[in-house]
């Protein structure tokens, strides 16, 4: 195959056969590259052309599915985000609604008499019990939490209330019998300030001491709930008094 080239330092037309690559000028001796490219490396140029262009597509490729799954993962994020934040307002509610103290509150009749305030009315009641029965062995007598009253003077200013703590008591005689009695305390204006928290103006055990050996004289008990509420009833600072119960 055979082309023409002027040549770049005399101008002289040139005539070319071949492949060659170099050629020196027969007017001028000047020597230069012709340019000139074979099938073959212009084959080659194409391949690394292609080649070029296809790893570049690729690597576009990966940057977006890069970036679709950037985009899904902080969708996940925001939606496990949202959910969250739901959870917690949810819980938020549900603690303000119940009060927000953690603790859950005993339906009494009486406001703020809550769980712990509650256990420890009962700490103090079984203590006075147990100090006004200090002459029985405490092996032989057990106490079971039985019931409570609120007795409201609604008529009065100050309105006055009384609250008994009421415990069963299973006595074991000295000659080896048993009996059962029901053992108040009872605590004059009470006042429950939420969180084990209370006030009184006083605490009493009901009933009265007796000096006898036989421990079923030891002191004066009702043998049921129902003379104890009878004995409401009957006695003077009670009269008249609205009776709410909690068991």
Sequence with gaps: MAHTRECPNCGAVLRLTGDKKKIVCEYCGFEFETGYQSSSDMAAQAERMAYARRRGELRAQEEVKGR???????????????????????????????????QEVVETGFAGMDERTMKRVHE???????????AIPKRDYKLEEETMYLLVAEDTEEKTNYLYDVYKGDVTRSDGTHMTVYLAVYYKNF??????????????????????????????????????????AENERTAGMTVEAYK
Excluded: K, P
């Design 68 to 102: 679709r799954n950037a985009r899904v993962a902080l969708g996940c994020f925001a939606a496990i985000a949202v959910f969250l934040a739901v959870v917690f307002v949810i819980v938020l509610l549900v603690g303000i609604l119940s009060g927000g103290s953690g």
């Design 124 to 134: 103090h009641t079984v203590s006075v019990i147990t100090n006004n029965m200090a």
């Design 191 to 232: 006042h429950s300030e939420g969180n084990g928290e209370y006030t009184s103006d006083f605490i009493m055990w009901e009933g009265h001491y007796l000096s006898a050996g036989d421990y079923s004289q030891l002191f004066s008990a009702y043998e049921s709930l129902e003379d104890l509420e009878a004995a409401f």
